[in-house]
């Protein structure tokens, strides 16, 4: 069974082998309270999911350590096992989703895991793995649903409230719930005045479905660029868990978690992977029923593909109003170009990129478009140019 002594023991225990994150004040990220955020991005692995498997690992028999043990991730479990098992001496097989990001495949086997890649998402993977489990004798750790992988999380609620003593919330990203479920034991039993809310992907809302309906659900399909809590079904100690101790869970969109990503680069100079940003999403499109309070934000993660986070930015951009396309319908004639470069210069925008269509879609034969990306200050700054362009005599097409 879970307990407070097993969280306080596994405190103990991974002194040598995980690190105390920071909590730091992020003032900019919510103007309704004060936001705090606990970076376990900047953990060992880059992930929490160190904690969890590290005190899991710890307390396998000699004769479990003989036989080795075996996972399943998409990426940040993987990784937390791997560093685990290479402590402890002993032999790690991870069965990652074979579209899992290929940093995370080399960082896992960097740690000295064997990894076998298995077609299909994280389920598929971890079906794979019970089987070799079976069929090799090897000790299954499970990356959610399990006392010891649970305590190890609870230690970041431990981390936290021993750091900041008047904290009102704590808002925590939710995949299969182990992390949640460490965290809200803790703060509940300690301080139970404290709220503890769940944030999930929209594409992924399988803890968020499973709570509201009072029961396990499975969903059929996930899709998130939050690959890391991209998970169909909540594990039952999980639920269980949450069910009793999570005060409310939501879920954010892609956008949302997109311009969360992109605010704490340049709000933090800080790299958080989409699971690891969807705290800071739901606390940015105020989905946190608070205001004036202390909130704590759990970073869960950074190791975002680099490839991933290219397209976030310039998704992240876009939402925020960072950047804006136009198309404007011109007269093929010269100096409107000129005109519109003149509007666009004096109201501060950068222009980025400039494309020239001649009539081929417009009715009017001496038509032609003009489509522009700029680099904006936000959404007040583009309507502002939009309004300029319009009064000049310039149609805008949508």
């Known amino acids: 069974m879970l307990t407070l002594d097993k ?43 160190v904690r969890g498997a590290g005190y899991m690992i710890s307390q396998l028999t000699d ?16 990784q937390g096992v791997a560093l685990a098992s290479q402590k402890y001496g002993i032999k790690s097989i991870i069965c990652l989703p074979d579209g899992a990001p290929i940093s995370k495949v080399e960082a896992t086997k960097s740690y000295g895991a064997e990894v076998v890649m298995v077609k ?14 079976d069929e090799m004798g090897y000790t ?33 990203p939710i995949g299969g719930g182990g992390l949640i479920s460490g965290i809200a034991y803790v703060v509940k039993h300690l301080n139970p005045n404290v709220k503890v809310y769940g944030v999930q992907a929209a594409g992924a809302p399988s803890m968020f479905n499973s709570v509201k309906d009072g029961k396990i659900e499975r969903l059929k399909s996930v899709s998130t660029i939050a690959d890391g809590i991209a998970v169909k079904e909540p594990g039952a100690n999980t639920f269980e868990l949450c069910s009793k101790y999570v005060d409310e869970i939501f879920t954010v969109t892609e956008d949302e978690i997109s311009s969360a990503i992109l605010a704490l680069i340049e709000q933090h100079k800080m790299i ?11 606390v940015m499109a105020d989905k946190i029923p608070m205001e004036g309070k202390n909130v704590v934000c759990v970073i869960s993660g950074g190791n975002i593909d680099v490839t991933i986070l ?10 925020s109003g960072r950047t804006c396309n136009l198309c404007i319908e011109l ?54 140019i939009r309004g300029a362009l319009v009064e000049e005599g310039f149609r805008l097409v949508d």
């Open 7 to 49: 969280v306080y023991h596994a405190a103990f225990v991974l002194k040598d082998v995980v690190r105390e994150t920071s909590l730091i004040p992020s003032p900019k990220i919510s103007k309704k309270n004060n936001v705090f955020l606990k970076t376990e991005n900047l953990q060992v692995t880059g992930s929490f999911k």
């Open 63 to 78: 004769e479990e350590k003989a036989r080795g043990v075996i996972a399943c991730s998409a990426g940040n479990h993987a």
């Open 120 to 133: 299909g998402v994280y389920d598929d993977a971890y079906k794979h793995a019970l089987k070799l489990r």
């Open 140 to 172: 299954f750790v499970h990356p959610f649903d399990d006392d010891n992988v649970i305590a190890g999380q609870g230690t970041i609620g431990l981390e936290i409230l021993n750091e900041m003593k008047n904290i009102d919330a704590v808002v925590v």
């Open 272 to 282: 958080a992977e989409g699971a690891g940003a969807v705290s800071v999403a739901a």
């Open 310 to 319: 290219s397209r976030v930015i310039e998704r992240g951009l876009l939402n």
């Open 331 to 384: 007269m093929d004639k010269p100096g409107q170009l000129q005109t519109v470069s003149t509007i666009i210069a004096a109201l501060g925008a950068n222009v980025i990129s400039v494309h020239h269509e001649r009539a081929s879609e417009t009715a009017d034969i001496n038509g032609c478009f003009l489509r522009l990306v700029l680099e904006t200050r936000n959404y007040e700054h583009i309507e502002k």
